[in-house]
């Protein structure tokens, strides 16, 4: 599914729906360098940058400026929430650091 069958097919009236069109493209102009020319890297943050907007969104707003500002700050939140999720690999050795790296060689 693409970013803009996401958006098209909320749950929102046409008017809102209208006005919820134009942050998004306003947001992605904003980060579009961001993503460099993977295709399926585009496809992803679009896709992410739509949902971002379709969670903050609802059938009153009407500010264009308001839904693109806080569409960019509740993706880059669940970046940062998705970038602090550990994920350990079992596979992978378990590295140990000397206790001097860790307290600046300071006992």
């Not at 585009?42 to 500010?63: F, Y």
Request: a negative charge; proline letters at 5%.
């Amino acid at each position: 599914m693409s970013a803009r069958q996401l958006i098209d097919g909320a749950a929102f009236g046409p008017d809102a729906l209208r006005v919820i069109g134009q942050p998004f493209g306003a947001a992605w102009d904003e980060i579009a360098p961001n993503f460099g020319d993977d295709l399926q890297n585009i496809d992803a943050a679009r896709l992410r940058l739509a949902n971002a907007l379709l969670s903050i969104a609802d059938e009153d707003t009407r500010n264009v400026d308001v839904l693109k500002r806080a569409a960019l700050q509740r993706m880059a939140l669940d970046y940062r929430r998705r970038d602090a999720t550990v994920v350990t690999d079992e596979k992978q050795p378990r590295v140990k650091i000397p206790d001097e790296k860790i307290s600046g060689g300071i006992h």
